[in-house]
């Protein structure tokens, strides 16, 4: 048994989530569900991230107290839970938290202790909405290109991070593999990025720009620590770093594993500055780092400012959970970003959920209610006409396995697809309505029935069971209706729904 933890980055509480959040905890889901499934001992995180000066002017627009707006929003994330079935074992917000402030006090101690702080006034472009700033060679037109924004010319004395100092540590730990960072064409981009030069970056705000919001610096009230730093800090403060030094030990310094899931736009806060200021303080790194793309509307990024984010707790109301997490699943591609829309949604649903897998579920427990009073018959050691299906059906686990080692959600939703596949293909060769007719004519023996429902009701099980970390409300109401391992199935009942969109849109 492993001890594995798992966390998503924490977004910022400037405005509702959006369907690209939704995609993130859905996938972080799955590999702690998936996890648990094996037996391994799992910690699921994620949270918000409070202390942005982004969240203090979305508070100054509506006219309200920063503290009252940011609790206000981040309960929206919160509710993401409960719409999108998650199973998340901690919550942290960076503002109201009791564990995070003296677990970024340690942390910064910790820097300043090796020596890895010091103050300097710099001028820099510097993008709000990212919360960070750009040399000009690194914008587009003049622009963010993140957001696309022209970023504002700051000029501060800030305390500074050694980042440089780190530079060859942090090639060789990602290179070698000791921190891994998936996939390959994102750890290429990290080690070209960092083999350029690494410059020292700012870790503290002016007090007066940060509208007095954040945690001080510790030793200098008249700054604050950069949100970056403060907001990185939760994936051990949350654990019990600088509060409960046994369970930090537990859940970090000792975990097999520490696997962090983030968006592309991130992944040098995360497999850069982050081990750096690790490393800094002595604190043992993450183990993986697993780059998801981005989703889009028409080809464009979503985000509030563009008018094209769509709500997933809305989403999930309309569709169902879990039609909405296997979309994210089944259709979101690994290189490059993928279009979100509600035809795509219904379409995937349709064809994977309803017709394929929910539609040999009810064929089978229909079958067997009906040809043999709800018994399910023994397997049969040989079987020759599901010898195929046996063999698909055996092979799903380990190549699920291989997929989610890889973090490849598609292709390992692409096994479960073809396991349903073969199992409607066997009704269709094997025409256990025929066998019946025969029976009841006397002219096949009880036999040859009974191998095509054990063989149809083993296949859902299994579906039931892969299906688990996937689609766990779903995968609970298969095994239920197939007997869960037991003697008998239930009475049938739709597993999935067929789902359409209302004509006017």
């Not at 509208?211 to 030793?219: E, M, Y």
């Not at 035809?343 to 017709?355: F, G, S």
């Not at 939703?413 to 019946?436: F, K, M, Q, S």
């Not at 036999?447 to 095509?452: P, Y």
Request: with cysteine.
């Amino acid at each position: 048994m492993s001890r594995y933890v798992v966390m998503t980055a924490i977004p910022y509480v400037n405005g509702r989530p959006h369907v690209g959040h939704a995609l993130e905890l859905i996938e972080t889901d799955v590999l702690a569900r998936y996890r648990r499934q094996r037996g391994d001992e799992v910690r699921a995180q994620t949270g918000t991230d409070d202390n942005a000066l982004k969240n203090v002017q979305s508070a100054e627009a509506e006219g309200v107290p920063v503290e009252s707006y940011v609790e206000r929003v981040a309960q929206n994330f919160l509710s993401l839970g409960q719409a999108l079935d998650l199973s998340f074992d901690d919550f942290i917000k960076t503002s109201s938290d009791p564990r995070h402030r003296p677990g970024v006090e340690k942390l910064w101690a910790a820097c300043a202790a090796r020596g890895d702080f010091y103050r300097k006034t710099y001028t820099g472009l510097y993008c709000t909405g990212c919360e960070q700033f750009y040399a000009e060679s690194e914008l587009v037109e003049g622009r963010c290109p993140e957001h696309g924004t022209v970023p504002d010319l700051v000029e501060e004395d800030n305390w500074f991070f050694r980042l440089s100092r780190y530079q060859d540590r942090l090639a060789e730990e990602i290179s070698s593999g000791r921190l891994r960072v998936e996939p390959a064409s994102r750890r290429r981009e990290v080690l070209s990025f960092i083999e350029s030069g690494l410059e020292d970056f700012s870790v503290s705000r002016s007090m007066k720009r940060a509208r007095g919001w954040g945690i001080p610096v510790p030793g200098d009230p008249e700054q604050v620590i950069y949100v970056w730093y403060d907001a990185l800090a939760n994936y051990i403060t949350a654990p019990g770093y600088g509060t409960d030094e046994a369970r930090f030990a537990h859940w970090w310094t000792e975990a097999d594993e520490r696997v962090h899931v983030i968006g592309k736009g991130i992944i040098r806060f995360h497999a850069v500055y982050w081990p750096a200021m690790l490393m800094s303080a002595g604190v043992t790194l993450p183990s993986q780092i697993f780059v998801h793309e981005y989703l889009t509307a028409d080809g464009a990024k979503i985000s509030k400012s563009a008018g094209n984010a769509k709500d997933p707790g809305e989403l999930a109301e309309r569709f169902g959970a879990d039609a909405l997490r296997w979309w994210t699943l089944r259709d979101v591609a690994r290189a490059g970003d993928t279009d979100y829309t509600d035809e795509r949604l219904v379409t995937r649903n349709n064809e994977d959920l309803a017709n394929n897998i929910g539609n040999l579920v009810n064929r089978t427990v229909s079958m067997v209610n009906r040809y043999r009073d709800g018994a399910v018959p023994a397997l049969a050691a040989d079987n020759p006409g599901a010898a195929e299906l046996r063999r698909v059906r055996a092979g799903a686990e380990a190549q699920i396995a291989e997929a989610m080692d890889a973090y490849d959600f598609r292709r390992a939703a692409e096994v479960i697809v073809r396991v349903g596949d073969e199992g409607n293909r066997y009704v269709e060769a094997a025409t256990p309505w025929v066998l019946a007719k025969a029976e009841r004519k006397e002219d096949a023996p009880p036999a040859a029935l009974d191998a095509v429902l054990a063989e149809l009701v083993a296949t859902c099980r299994e579906l039931g069971r892969l299906l688990v970390p996937f689609l766990p409300g779903s995968a609970a109401k298969i095994l239920r209706q197939c007997g869960d391992g037991g003697g008998r199935v239930a009475e049938p009942e739709p597993v999935f729904r067929r789902l359409e969109l209302d004509p006017a849109e």
